[in-house]
């Protein structure tokens, strides 16, 4: 491993956005048949480095070379041609495409037959595709639209794999998969190692990356910070580097009872969904409920549907007075708040400035005999910004231009302004950084002590384990499992009752 | 300083060209524009222009677009006359309840039903065309003359500047108008965000049908008649105000309510210059054509397209 050859090397790569500096001076160099992470805090720069490499945006200077040659992609088709493949943190895929569609999205051609597309055949490939990967049960002619977050971005994955790349970039992708998902994707690169190629990895678990990567490269606000190779690997260490000072270990809640109010608050009664069957829940004042499960278990539904935005086919959501949550509207005004998975198209609206985004949900709040004096609403959205430590050059910049994880802090800002009494999170730290992702925590543990509930679901099994006082395993759409607070409780228990 | 780079091209490019109409026919006339006389009759195109732009800001700011606002005018109008047979004062609640009345056909046609603005307020124009004809039974209605005289200067200027103030106040500092750019913005975000996203759009034309008809009513306060031909360059003023001021056609944050008011006097200027050169009607038409596809081609914002996905 240690003399592997080299395979592509960047020097000096700059990048500027306006007055923010995205990356000032960075090298990088990786081996063939390596996994390299690349590990730094929101905003560090790790999207920006990897989508120049990826050929889908260009840098302000810097080298790249390619296999000892110079290396220059203008777009993301001629990085893939010449065998360097990125997978966005963001979604990209077209929802009015089938799933086939979106596999051979410009590349076409290739099944094009007397001028017309030859789809039976791309449908064939594209099956073949999927199994080759492991991906069942997803239906190749379904448009994207239909599919789940998640099916979209398996899709991705196998848009790459049909590439078959030299070098792939992972951009923050595990935290939008389950269980079964990230599976599919560890396999995936362990199976291009094998062959000799080389890998990009980003993930803000440093558990994770501390597992699946050779070597760990640190960025720090746009500077290099240090590479660490993988007989030096230690949580503290990597932290400290990312950080720039040394930074606490409680993580999750120090305590380990289950403690909750009698007094229930939200309530599912044989809630049934196109993923669920016959849910019964209660919600307690003071609880935080954890949700875990594999993709297709449906507990994002859990989510939508006590929030009151996806119809149900029976069954209602109730408050703690017996009313039915009928919309989100109904909801919000029973002090129900929503963070979903779908970052860009559901909880954002990613071309407008971040003051739009966090007051919208709170303009009844802000306005006095339906006048909403623009000061007022600044200082309340800077003020929330402020406390979710949004990188942001001022509140009219647009969301569009955000690293990811500060795009979601920008959707925790929205709701927490709104001020709740209970939260709905779904996936609520997707693509945060460490430092921000543990002043998270401390914040539901706040809520909790103040008599707030959350229901929290997530695909991070540690997190659930971490922060909530009963655990609620689904499988296929039913309860398979429940679990409460407890020291001895481990993700092996979880994962029985959901396989 | 950092305000100053977002003054880009696109925010100044209204004003610019509001300007470049204005010295251009005022050196083509050799200085008529600025004549008592040339002003009042300014101020009467741009009466229609900016009301029915203010109202159709709303529905631009939703994403949404309206092509039957002229035959709306036309029906409203015939309507005004028929009540100001019984008695002149029952005009004004005539065309503004006609108005209303077809404003929220236009709601329920894209909402309830579920088409399109384009397509859904196509269809409903050739209904309220057909209403039309039916009401006016191929003729022309008059009005009682005394109805002539209600139209003073002072009125109009009046109701332009408390349509305008409104209109701003809504736009810009009130929940509704928020919520009307948070829909445009991106529909699916503002119903999670409680926004009652159908309410929301059905009141957007519901208001265009209100000033529309109110606008039927100044126009038989104008002419005296009611006949097929009125409002019949309603839409077009108004949909080329809008984009030469600036509104996008995808909605959203980017929709600024100065846009209107910027807009709606560069058309008027625009069409009374054409008037004091001479042109004819068909020569005015070609030309006000060649500006609304010039005005489309720059506000058409491309980078949205890539992310419509
Ligand atoms: N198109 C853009 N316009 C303006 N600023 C941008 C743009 N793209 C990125 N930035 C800025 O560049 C910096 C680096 O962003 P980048 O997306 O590379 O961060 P990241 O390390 O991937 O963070 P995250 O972990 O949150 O994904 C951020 O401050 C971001 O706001
Ligand atoms: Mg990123």
Known sequence: MENAKIILTAENMTKSFGITRALKGVPLQLKSGEVLGLIGENGSGKSTLTSIIAGIQPADAGEIRLNGAPYGAQSSVEACRQGICMILQEKATFDHLSVAQNIFVGDEKRFGRFGILDIKRMNREAEDILKSIGITGLEVKKKIAECSFEEGKLVELARAASTDPQILIVDETTTALSQNGRNILYRMMEKMKRENKSIIFISHDIDEMMEKCDRLMVLRDGDYIDTIGRGDFSAARIKKLMVGREIADNYYREDHTCSYDKEVVLKLEEVSTEHLHNINLELHRGEILGFSGLADSGMHDIGKAAFGAIRLSSGRVCDKDGETVKNPQAAMHKKIAYIGKNRDQESLFINSPIKDNISVASLKKLSKNTFIPPRKEREFVLEWAERLEVKMQDIDQYVMELSGGNKQKVALAKWLGFGADIFILDCPTRGIDIGVKASIYRLMENLKAQGKSILLISEEMPEVIGMSDRIIVLKDGVQSGEFERDETLSEHALINCMV | ?309
């Open chain 2, 1 to 309: 300083m950092e305000r100053l780079k977002k003054i880009n091209l696109k925010t100044v490019f209204p004003f610019l060209g509001l300007a470049a109409v204005i010295i251009l026919f005022q050196v083509l006339t050799g200085g008529k524009v600025f004549s008592i006389r040339n002003l009042k009759a300014i101020m009467n195109d741009s009466f229609f222009i900016l009301i029915g732009t203010v109202a159709f800001s709303f529905i631009m700011a939703v994403g949404n677009l309206d092509l039957s606002m002229g035959t709306v005018m036309a029906v409203s109008c015939t309507c005004a006359a028929f009540a100001s047979g019984i008695s002149p004062v029952l005009a004004i609640p005539a065309a503004v309840l006609a108005g209303l009345v077809l404003g929220c056909f236009n709601g329920f046609v894209h909402v309830h039903m579920g088409l399109g603005s384009l397509i859904g307020t196509m269809a409903t124009q050739s209904v309220f065309q057909g209403i039309l004809v039916l009401l006016l039974d191929g003729g022309t209605l008059a009005a009682p003359v005394s109805m002539l005289k209600w139209g003073s200067n002072g009125l109009k200027i009046t109701v332009m500047i408390l349509v305008s103030l409104v209109g701003a106040y809504i736009f810009n500092f009130t929940a509704y108008g928020k919520q009307c750019k948070a829909v445009g913005a991106c529909s699916e975000a503002a119903r999670l965000s409680g926004v009652s996203v159908k309410k929301v759009k059905y009141m957007t034309f519901i208001v265009m049908g209100g000033v529309v008809g109110l606008l039927g009513l100044f126009s038989l306060i104008r002419t005296g008649t009611a006949s097929a031909a009125t409002g019949g360059t309603l839409m077009m003023n108004v949909w080329c105000a809008a984009l030469l001021g600036g509104l996008p056609l995808s909605g959203g944050s980017a929709c600024r309510f100065r846009s209107a008011v910027i807009g709606s006097f560069t058309m008027a200027f625009l069409a009374n210059g054409m008037t004091l050169m001479g042109l004819g009607t068909h020569d005015k038409q070609l030309i006000q054509g060649i500006v609304f596809l010039a005005a489309i081609a720059i506000s058409f914002d491309r980078k949205n397209l890539v992310v419509i996905k």
